[in-house]
């Protein structure tokens, strides 16, 4: 084809980028050119094309070239005769470097999870298994999805501080799809029942009905978020779930001695709870007392109670063991993980709440299957001055039995309401307890409305953690650079989760269908499918971590926090500068 070349180029060899080696090919040049001219609208140029690749096989000096050699021949070549199709070959062969690159080390994440290797990758979640069929979906998607949002959603001063570990975008999968964790209101979704997206659950009517309920109530919450879940008032949720299994037992102890009031003492109790918070309390269990001598006065009424209390403890306990049993074999997400929960609990000072939280620290202390520790539910008791924290508290002996528990299963952890910086939110509802997570998330203060500073129905929208020792590493001492540092990656931060929060906040209700079409996400009651999350998601919050502080001091000062007084309050100036970035970004923003 090409009868001006008299060279025999038969000899020549190409190294490849993979080190093999093939034949010289002037027609592989003269395609890569043609599409440079093409991309630059130019058609007519076949007889340019061919002299330029002829130039190039021309100047070709030895047996063996890298293809990278010739490449670079063709852009010099081509940037002679017509820069502006220099330029457009130039972009392509730098898009192919990044779609080649990708490919390759895609391939060897790929290959690792296939190969289940004891890695980084597969051994980064402790709730979902590699070793699985769902799980290696899982993470095969997980690492397509994190490898495609570095390389075309972040920004690119963001990608590279995470590329280049100045700071870490934690769950870069989910970056495109939703937000972290919430703060489930188990007592309002459970009034009237709820869905899940197939078919309708009613109104649980048994503490066992309401146990399994709650269980399904963060593994549908968790197929939509990527973070844990937690229930805020969990035995304020479940006590209306013992009340009404006190009703039912006392009714099967009716039908043993056939009485046919039956059907009038259950509507009558039925009824009292509906307008009363308890019914196992000193008024409620007079009014037992006295719709039973109404209805059925031939009844041994105190040993019907009394059986009717046995049974229902028995029952709660039994609900308690089940939801321990469930959270840790239970699975989301498409059978890929175990729900990471947490439950907070310890103030109900009803009966009913009451016996909820001893028997679920009965059902803790006493383990799995085999008598293992359960991994799950993450468990919080919280403690509270008038509550359970003296002796002469009404609960007093429910801490003492959550100490207990602790000491032999490491849960609960303890929050303290009368700690000043939870204090200062509570007014006497269980809405304004503190509640956290499993992994310590706290959401309570609302700059965006400060009306609404509860827990229930809010959670975290994403994070982003900074590097504190790789800063303190670059300032070699210099306190002030490493101030300068910091200041520079927090507004980079707060940058990047705007970004973040903007990519969220265009979601529409539809696209999670329980945390905000069944409501339990904040004000979601009011939206429509089609609406956007955005002006709700407000209530949530972006947050800035950090790792590393002993290390940063060491680095800078040469002792760490635990070590003199001084370094302690050295350490605090960091965090407290931290801090105060952030509650000045968030009045700027009128931000959480």
């Not at 038969?10 to 592989?28: N, V």
């Not at 093409?38 to 330029?52: F, L």
């Not at 310890?346 to 709440?353: A, C, L, N, R, V």
Request: aromatic share 8%; glycine share 6%.
């Amino acid at each position: 084809v090409y009868t001006h070349i008299t060279m025999d180029y038969t000899q020549i060899s190409i190294i490849k980028r993979d080190g093999k080696t093939e034949p010289f090919s002037l027609d592989k040049i003269v395609r890569a050119i043609t599409k440079a001219f093409r991309a630059g609208g130019i058609t007519d140029e076949g007889q340019a094309i061919e002299q330029i690749a002829s130039d190039v096989a021309a100047a070709i000096t030895k047996a063996e070239i890298s293809v990278e050699e010739i490449q670079d021949m063709v852009e010099e070549r081509l940037m002679k005769r017509n820069p502006s199709i220099a330029k457009r070959y130039i972009i392509y062969r730098e898009w192919r470097n990044v779609e080649r690159d990708r490919r390759s080390s895609i391939k060897s994440v790929m290959d690792g999870i296939v190969t289940v290797e004891k890695n980084d990758i597969n051994l980064s979640n402790a709730n979902m298994s590699s070793h699985t069929p769902a799980g290696q979906m899982m993470t095969f998607a997980s690492e397509i999805t994190k490898d495609y949002a570095l390389k075309y959603l972040v920004g690119v001063r963001h990608g590279r501080a995470h590329r280049d570990g100045d700071i870490h975008i934690h769950d870069l999968d989910f970056l495109t799809l939703t937000t972290t964790c919430c703060q489930i209101d188990i007592k309002t979704l459970f009034k009237g029942g709820f869905g899940t997206g197939h078919g309708l659950l009613r109104e649980p009517n048994d503490i066992r009905s309401y146990s399994a309920l709650a269980c399904i109530a963060i593994q549908a919450n968790q197929n939509d978020q990527h973070g844990g879940q937690s229930i805020p008032n969990f035995e304020y949720g479940l006590a209306p779930g013992v009340a009404k299994t006190f009703i039912k037992e006392l009714c099967l102890i009716l039908d043993l001695y056939n009485m046919e009031s039956k059907d009038a003492v259950k509507a009558g109790l039925r009824a009292y709870i509906e307008e009363n918070e308890s019914i196992l309390d000193e008024k409620g269990l007079a009014f037992v007392r006295e719709i039973l001598t109404q209805h059925a006065p031939a009844l041994n009424i105190d040993f019907a109670v009394k059986k009717a209390l046995e049974y229902t403890e028995k029952a709660t306990y039994q609900a308690m063991e089940a939801l321990v049993h469930n959270l840790n074999t239970m699975h989301s997400r498409a059978g890929a993980q175990i729900p990471f929960s947490s439950i907070n609990y310890g103030t109900d000072t009803s009966p009913e709440g009451r016996m909820v939280i001893r028997s679920l620290l009965l059902a803790e202390q006493s383990g799995l299957g085999h008598g293992e520790t359960p991994i799950f539910p993450i468990h919080i008791f919280k403690v509270k001055e008038g509550v359970n924290y003296r002796p002469e508290d009404p609960n007093y002996d429910l801490f003492k039995l959550a100490m207990h528990c602790s000491a032999k299963r490491l849960f609960p952890n303890f929050s303290f309401l009368d700690a000043p910086f939870n204090a200062q939110y509570y007014n006497g509802t269980p809405e304004s307890e503190i509640a956290y997570m499993g992994c310590r998330t706290r959401v309570m203060g609302n700059v965006y409305d400060p009306e609404r500073e509860i827990t229930p129905g809010r959670g975290n929208l994403s994070f982003t953690s900074i590097n504190l020792p790789r800063l303190a590493i670059r300032a070699k001492g210099d306190v002030d650079l490493f101030f300068d540092l910091l200041d520079s990656k927090l507004q980079l931060v707060t940058a990047q989760l705007d970004e973040r929060f903007e990519i969220q906040a265009r979601k529409k209700v539809y696209n999670a269908p329980f945390l905000m079409g069944q409501g339990v996400w904040i004000d979601s009651e009011k939206l429509s499918p089609t609406d956007e999350q955005r002006e709700v998601l407000k209530h949530g919050t972006l947050s800035i971590g950090f790792i590393g502080l002993a290390e940063t001091l060491t680095a800078l000062y040469g002792h760490h926090h635990g070590e003199s007084e001084e370094m302690q309050k050295k350490g605090l100036e960091i965090v407290k500068h931290m801090r105060d970035f952030c509650d000045k970004k968030s009045q700027e923003m009128k931000m959480n």
